[in-house]
């Protein structure tokens, strides 16, 4: 393990490893050179964050693709001794015909969008020991058993095996080296559009960031942690700007036990026709919505942040094509005292 200073950087991002079909990601990470994964490692490297959540990214029942990653990490220095990949709801195949286009195996019929079974999924990587008997997956939760979910009508064949989480929802605790029991709190949510006027993905989007204020109220089967955590993952969701149902985004924002260090980059970008900080944005989308903030890393009120930020540079850094050519997303880092 390495030395260890007293302030520690987690970091949620969106890092485009997702492929077109299984065993592809694992493919690219065994070629000596790859147009995006090269960018990439230089993005994480440049990052070094000591927790890191990195979504769209393909699962695996064996984790080869993970353990891929973190070995040309670490053959650059980086190490992380300690990755978590649980099963997704991304692509696994219901049978039914969930989005009522007539047809059935569509990448929208699974539990959750995906070309295939682990399409697009979450991994989580530390230089600090996950406590893996203690994780708590919320992915196998149906839709319908979240307190005040905003599920529209569907057929009780539908409801009977709906998933909520599009991804997965995971409680992880993690050992800190002063012996604190850290837990993060990992998502990734459905876009809010791509559906009809029912907003199926819409409300979906919203329920899957309202499950983690059912958690901190203690509304779910089990009682949320007491001590430190960080809720951090992919929103998919702007507070202000885009499409979507921000209430429940806005309300884990301002929750009393969390602290939203509102992390920003330098880019200088400016979008007039939006009401947010361009700074705030995480990602950008080229055909339309510009600029958003999809990303989010909030710590708990008993965690001191020393300082935040994302990894947007101008233009003119030659940093930030390499950021450009890894995805369009940017990584987001919150450095924190325990």
């Known amino acids: 393990m390495p030395s260890f200073a007293e302030t520690i950087r987690v970091a949620a991002y969106s890092a485009n490893l997702g492929r077109f079909g299984p065993g592809v990601l694992l493919s690219d990470l065994n070629r000596a050179s790859d147009d995006q994964i090269d960018p990439l490692l230089e993005v994480l490297l440049r990052l070094d964050a000591d927790i890191l959540l990195l979504t769209d990214i393909d699962y695996d029942a064996r984790a080869q693709a993970l353990n891929a990653l973190a070995d040309r990490l670490a ?37 959750g969008y995906g070309r295939f079974a682990g399409a697009e999924a979450m991994a989580l990587l530390s230089r600090f020991p996950i406590d893996e008997t203690a994780i708590r997956d919320f992915t196998p939760l149906l839709w319908r058993d979240l ?26 605790p993690i050992t800190l080296p002063n012996g604190q029991t850290m837990h993060i709190f990992a998502y990734s949510a459905t876009p809010p559009v791509f559906d009809g006027p029912e907003d199926r993905n819409g409300r979906r989007n919203h329920d899957e960031t309202a499950l983690w204020l059912a958690y901190l109220s203690g509304q779910l089967s089990q009682a949320p942690p007491d001590g430190p955590l960080v809720v951090m993952g992919t929103s998919n969701l702007d507070p202000v700007d885009g499409d979507g149902r921000p209430d429940a985004l806005l309300a884990l924002l301002n929750h009393p036990r969390l602290q939203d260090p509102i992390p920003k980059g330098t880019s200088g970008r400016l979008e007039p026709a939006q009401s947010g900080d361009p ?6 989308f080229d055909r339309g919505a510009g600029g958003l903030r999809t990303e989010i890393v909030l710590p708990s009120r008993d965690l001191t942040v020393v300082q935040s930020g994302i990894l947007w ?17 940017r990584p987001v880092w919150v450095d924190i005292n325990p």
């Open 279 to 284: 700074a705030a944005d995480t990602a950008f």
């Open 75 to 111: 053959s650059r220095g980086l190490t992380y001794p300690f990755h978590l990949a649980l099963r997704p709801n991304s692509g696994v195949a219901t049978g039914l015909d969930l989005n009522g286009d007539g047809a059935l195996g569509t990448p929208d019929d699974a539990l």
């Open 313 to 329: 540079p101008p233009d003119a850094d030659p940093f930030a094509a390499i950021l450009a050519a890894a995805s369009r997303h």
């Open 147 to 172: 307190p005040g979910h905003l599920m529209p009508p569907l057929a009780p064949q539908v409801t009977n095996v709906q998933r909520l989480s599009s991804t997965g929802h995971w409680d992880v």
